[in-house]
């Protein structure tokens, strides 16, 4: 029973394989778009209904303008190479809420959400574009998806054939709470978020520079970030790599995130 059980794990591993656009990482998806994007639509509009949007109307344009400069060119992108489909579960909106809190977060979808807290940090619209690049990146990638699967396996371990084949709904809804971050384990789960996380910087970088703005302005932002003291927790008990870090791999990045950039 336990080798059948493993062997249909396996089976399902390899149908569910799939490969990040640009990076061309290997990564599980258990979980079909139209599922997560139906729950993430649910948690988003509760979300955004219980937080009041921001009233300045100067800054919220900038990150609507900027999110639609860098999401139209990587619709772009994804016509260009065949990958149409993939635009069809992008949704984009994005919004400037009323919060100081240094965050901003993309859901499943292309739902994009900047706190006010963090516009002292971008300070430009260069500056914003990294983060909207890095929160752009993380839907494109699909890694709630790839998370959300990853913790489904982490939390069924063997009985994840039945779980799958019998009752995956089910099984989705009691994971859901690592979509958001709500919450990580020591272990297998929290380095496949650093993972996330510099793949998101990579394609982030690339992305902007799709949209017509500098990567180099990552560099400086991150500084920025650095100096605020958001890399005062270890890095290995964080699911977000030290900014002394992503700034190394940023810097190794820029080169290739500049042959995108438009002339």
Not at 230 to 252: Q, Y
Request: proline content about 3%.
């Amino acid at each position: 029973m336990k080798k059948i059980i493993l062997l249909t794990i396996v089976a399902i591993t390899l149908v569910a394989c799939s490969n990040v656009l640009i990076t061309g990482r290997k990564q599980l998806l258990l979980v079909s778009d139209a599922e997560v994007l139906s729950m993430s639509a649910t948690a988003y509009k509760q979300f955004i209904d219980s937080v009041p949007k921001s009233k300045d109307a100067v800054n919220s344009l900038m990150v609507s303008r900027v999110g639609n400069n860098i999401a139209n060119a990587v619709e772009s992108y994804l016509k260009a190479n065949g990958l149409e489909s993939e635009i069809a579960n992008l949704k984009w909106e994005f919004n400037l809420v009323k919060d100081t809190t240094v965050n901003a977060f993309c859901m499943p979808g292309g739902k994009v959400v900047f706190y006010e807290g963090i516009l002292p940090m971008t300070r430009t619209e260069g500056g914003l574009a990294v983060v909207m690049g890095h929160e752009i990146a993380h839907a494109v990638a699909k890694h709630s998806n790839e998370r959300l699967s990853q913790q489904m396996i982490a939390s069924f371990g063997s009985g994840l054939a039945d779980v799958l084949l019998s009752n995956k709904s089910a099984a989705t809804r009691q994971t859901i709470g690592i979509l958001y971050g709500l919450g990580a384990q020591m272990g297998v789960i929290l380095p496949y978020s650093r993972k996330h996380e510099y793949e998101a910087d990579r394609l982030g970088l690339i992305f902007m520079a799709m949209g017509g703005y500098d990567p180099n302005e990552a560099i400086a932002f991150w500084e920025r970030m650095a100096a605020n003291g958001s890399g005062s927790v270890l890095e290995f008990m964080s699911t977000h790599p030290s900014d002394e870090n992503r700034i190394i791999k940023m810097k190794a990045v820029l080169p290739e995130a500049l042959t995108y950039l438009k002339k």
